[in-house]
C-alpha cells in the first residue's frame, strides 16, 4: 500500500518499516474497521459491531475529511453504518460496492471505493497495482481540486 501512496504523492516514502522511520503522510489518514486482528483475518459481524464505537469516535475526530477511500466490502459497509448510526443515511440501498466506484454522500463528502489490497486479491488478480494506484491518482486530483 505504502508504494501506491508515495506514488500518488500521499506518502514520503514507499516503505514503512518502524515507527520512526521517518514516514510522513500528508492529506492522508489509514483507520480500520476493527482493531484486532480475527482469525483468518476475517472479522466475523460481532468483531465489526464490537469496534463501531471506536470507528465512529475516530470519524468524528476528522471533521475537515472531504474525500473517503473505503478499502473492501468490510471498510465499504462499515463505513456507510457509520453514515446510518450518525444520521447522515437513511439506507445503504442505493450504494453498490464495486472497484473504481465513487459517490457523493449526503454530508458533501466524496467516497471513493477500492478492492482491499489483501494478498487474496492481489494474489488472484482480482486487484493489480495498476488498478489500487488508479484510485488514489483519482483521490490526489480531488484533494488538488479541493484545494483550489
Known amino acids: 500500500m505504502y508504494p501506491v501512496l508515495h506514488r500518488t504523492g500521499f506518502a514520503s516514502q514507499p516503505r514503512a518499516t518502524h515507527r520512526d522511520d521517518g514516514l510522513v503522510l500528508t492529506d492522508i489518514y489509514i483507520t480500520a474497521t476493527c482493531r484486532c ?7 466475523l459481524p460481532s468483531e465489526i459491531a464490537n469496534c463501531s464505537s471506536f470507528l465512529d469516535r475516530e470519524l468524528e475526530l476528522l471533521d475537515k475529511v472531504q474525500i473517503v477511500v473505503v478499502l473492501g466490502k468490510i471498510g465499504f459497509d462499515a463505513y456507510l453504518n ?10 445503504k440501498a442505493e450504494y453498490k460496492f464495486a472497484h473504481g466506484a ?18 487474496q486479491n492481489t494474489a488472484t488478480g482480482k486487484l493489480n497495482e495498476e488498478m489500487f494506484t488508479e484510485v488514489f491518482r483519482q483521490a490526489a486530483k480531488l484533494v488538488q481540486k479541493l484545494k483550489g
Open 102 to 119: 465513487k459517490y457523493k454522500m449526503p454530508d458533501g463528502r466524496i467516497m471513493m471505493v477500492s478492492y482491499h489490497p489483501s494478498n
Open 82 to 91: 457509520h453514515l446510518k448510526r450518525r444520521g447522515v443515511l437513511k439506507s
Open 37 to 43: 486482528a480475527p482469525p483468518d483475518n476475517k472479522p
